[in-house]
């Protein structure tokens, strides 16, 4: 019982790892859009605590300013997305992904 | 001390990750990823990364989360009924696929053990972490300014009624 008390940092990979399982089940599975655009910003927060887990292990802080950046670009994306839901939701008054199927034939 | 911590955290943010996907109201989802981000942002602490952590709070709790509930807010989303129960045994055989590809992964990160380096007092504080920001990555630090400006202007031309 070793793994229980003495934490290193492999204990926070793995928690890493299943957060990222956790969002990729989440996006596979929901077919509410906001849930899965929700999914993939947990994705995204799942690889950040893997890169800030490196940055400890060698000692150096440029994970955190890739972080920082990821961050970043995760609110910009996010801003972006939500804008296209609203599109989407005042042409088709949905929100299933499903049942955005135009283009298909 | 640090396991205590460590495993409540771990264990609050592994469950309300998992709440977050299986909810059926969108709210409540969004509350379970504020705490998921939360519980994130205290592991970042125990891993000596001081600004990120404040910055996660920030930017992720603080700023993208109540732009998520915002946009529910306005969408007025229902409760997802629970309609026809189709596809019951694909998501069930998904979930147990997932969870076994879960623990083989998890246990395959066990194989080497990694440990902290010896970190200096200030490590991961924000003069450290500006340093590196301001002369190693000045260019995309511009760059994220200007897909800043144009994710703006994109959202507002994409979101906007037609006058």
Redesign the interface.
Known sequence: MD?????????????S???F??????V???K?G??V???I??ML?AV??SF??F?????N??G??F???V??????????G??????L??NKET?YIDEANELRH | MEAIVFWGFSLMALLSAIMMVFHKNPIHSALSLILTLFCTACLFVLLNAGFIAVMQILIYAGAIMVLFVFVIMMLNLQREGLGIRRHRIKKAVGMIACILVGIRFASVLFSQNIDKANLPADFGSIENVGTIIFTNFFFPFELIAILLLSAVVGAVMVAKTKV
């Open positions: 793994w229980l008390y003495n934490i290193s940092l492999n204990h926070y990979l793995a928690l790892a299943l957060l399982i956790v969002g990729v089940l989440g596979v599975m929901r509410n906001l849930i655009f929700m999914c910003e947990l927060n950040n605590l800030i887990v940055a400890a292990r060698h000692g802080e440029t955190h300013a972080v920082f950046f961050m970043t670009v995760a609110a910009a994306e996010a801003a972006v939500l804008a296209i839901f609203l599109a939701f005042r929100v």
